[in-house]
């Protein structure tokens, strides 16, 4: 009998070609006098320090992916985005506690070992922990034949951040006359693909003939976690929610305290050209409120005398607006008026 009828690359898993994308994660985890800029990489686990300065440390952990945006990056054979979507998922919401990111570990599943297009996600991943300030400590690529049908794949990410005990974001600290302040979205960020998918599809549109689409539906995700964690740090903000699937409504009613009401004018809302296309292509003012951002990619809340202090720790084109007011009420938020659509 045949010693070698039955091995692991003929089952469909290569080894090799899966040792040869760690040692690409460690090169490119390294400057160019081979230090690791993220050193924890390459074990079977990581062990990281709590930063001395936090008093009282509190653990905060989050998980995410991307969602079908991956088919996107599919059909465009395009992959170097969707690694900072996914750390921008988990880092995003990680700042609503108050928390500070520290480690990120991904996940990547995948019917067959894709070199090009793994180092085209890992290189994202990298810039998104970069953008972030937190550190890539490790992950998984599980090569998965008969799993996944040919080319297909899935991402998932994982963050750890910290926040000391005082410092907390919690429903208790928003007040009555409260601002509600809106950060542009970059786009789409990583929500309502599922959406988007079926209407090309049904409407037969080729997103590969459109330079808009191409460059709209891959944009990345926003991360915010540097202006927050000032404005945290400063003792400017009441609350934050960060606005993904369920959109303004399900997602700013999650911070929200009993008794009190999200009053929220969408008439003051700045949308983008997506949204508008989207719109202009079938999809209702309702359904588009329920699933997209629709320009508002991160929300705060602030006490009114201290509005004035926010705008210089952000960009231009990121700076924050009033979008409304915390009033008494028991519906936790009230959406009133009508998006102008660009």
Request: hydrophobic share 40%.
């Amino acid at each position: 009998m045949n010693k070698n009828l039955f091995t692991y690359k003929k089952s469909g898993v290569d080894i090799n070609a899966a040792d040869k994308f760690v040692k690409f994660i460690s090169l490119l985890s390294s400057n160019k006098k081979g230090k690791k800029k993220f050193s924890k990489i390459g074990g079977f686990g990581s062990i990281s320090d709590i930063p001395k300065q936090i008093k009282q440390p509190k653990i905060v952990a989050c998980t995410d992916g991307v969602g079908t945006k991956i088919e996107i990056a599919n059909t465009l054979n395009k992959f170097d985005t969707i690694g900072i979507d996914l750390v921008a998922m988990s880092v995003n919401d990680l700042i609503v506690q108050g928390a500070k990111p520290l480690l990120f570990l991904d996940y990547i599943s995948i019917n067959k070992i894709d070199i090009i297009k793994l180092k085209s996600i890992i290189k994202g991943i990298i810039i998104g922990c970069k953008q972030s300030d937190c550190e890539l400590v490790g992950g998984e690529t599980a090569e998965m034949p008969g799993t996944y049908e040919k080319g297909k794949f899935d991402i998932a990410g994982f963050a750890v951040g910290v926040v000391d005990q005082k410092k907390i974001l919690n429903k208790k600290k928003i007040k009555l006359n409260d601002l509600i302040l809106a950060i542009p979205s970059n786009g789409l960020h990583s929500n309502g693909y599922s959406l988007i998918r079926y209407l090309l599809r049904k409407k037969k549109i080729k997103i590969q003939k459109s330079k808009f689409l191409k460059k709209e539906l891959l944009r990345p995700t926003k991360i915010y976690t540097k202006e927050v964690l000032k404005l945290i740090d400063k003792d400017l903000i009441n609350g934050c929610a960060n606005i993904t699937g369920g959109g303004l409504s399900d997602n700013i009613k999650r911070v929200i305290p009993e008794n009190l009401n999200a009053e929220i004018d969408l008439s003051k809302i700045r949308s983008l050209e997506i949204f508008s296309w989207l719109k202009k292509n079938g999809i209702s003012n309702n359904e588009m409120l329920k699933t997209f951002n629709c320009g508002v990619g991160f929300c705060l809340i602030v006490s009114p005398k201290k509005i004035k202090k926010i705008d210089k720790y952000f960009k231009k084109r990121f700076r924050p607006y009033i979008i409304g007011r915390i009033v008494k009420g028991s519906t936790k938020v009230s959406l009133n008026g009508e998006i102008n659509w660009i």
